[in-house]
């Protein structure tokens, strides 16, 4: 237990540092935890809402915030590369997620050439059906990619690294309230990049 914590406690730390200075994306990135909590809840009992809410909102905000906000140049803070912070990503890099998302933008097209996704669904009456069932496959894609990415791990990098990430994930919506919480006001006082005092100190 002892090494699964320290494990956590360092996915989460080389997460921060390396991909959370920009105020604007601490900002996305608390309303993508709100989202994501919304959509924890919502999952029981509305599923294809949940999707929706954890696509829409939460997805789009929390990747806007790094794929437009965040710096991509020399990484002053931890004497780094960009490339070098995103060959070592242990989740989802830019290029993941790039693949991800366009999984996710294409796949309302499949159901609209197939409506029945290979004989998963009965083929959608209606528009509100058909947007239904776009939610399901956003739904499984979700939890696809999470898998499939722990799967990744396991075999590359072993399991806990794989155990951790996968719990690391789950739960970082709640870490993000309690790390970013703050970064609006920041960003209304004109801040808009985290001077990262805390990474110098331990650097």
């Known amino acids: 237990m002892h090494g699964f914590l320290t494990e956590l406690k360092k996915q989460r730390w080389d997460d921060h540092r390396y991909y959370h200075h920009s105020r604007i994306n601490q ?7 709100c989202s994501f909590l919304t959509a924890y809840v919502t999952v029981f009992t509305h599923p294809a809402a949940a999707a929706l809410i954890g696509w829409f909102v939460a997805m789009v905000s929390r990747q806007a915030g790094h ?7 020399y990484d002053e803070v931890n004497a780094a ?3 070098h912070k995103e060959a070592i990503k242990v989740g989802y890099n830019l ?9 996710w933008a294409l796949s309302p097209l499949v159901l609209w050439f197939d409506p029945t996704l290979f004989g998963v669904f ?5 528009h509100a059906e058909f947007v239904n069932h776009v939610c399901y496959v956003w739904l499984a894609l979700g939890l696809g990619a999470l898998v499939f990415r722990t799967v990744q791990l396991f075999i590359q990098q072993g399991l806990l690294t794989g155990a951790v990430w996968f719990t690391k994930i ?4 709640f870490h993000d309230i309690k790390l970013y919480g703050r970064a609006p006001l920041y960003l209304l006082r004109g801040e ?12």
Not at 95 to 103: A, N, S
Not at 170 to 173: A, G, I, K, Q, R
Not at 192 to 203: E, S, T
């Open 27 to 33: 900002s996305l990135h608390l309303v993508s935890a």
């Open 67 to 73: 794929f437009f906000f965040e710096p991509k140049g």
């Open 81 to 83: 590369t960009h490339e």
């Open 95 to 103: 290029r993941r997620k790039v693949v991800l998302l366009t999984l």
């Open 122 to 126: 009965r083929g959608a009456t209606g």
């Open 170 to 173: 789950l739960t970082d919506p």
């Open 192 to 203: 808009l990049r985290d001077p990262m005092a805390d990474v110098a100190h331990r650097a």
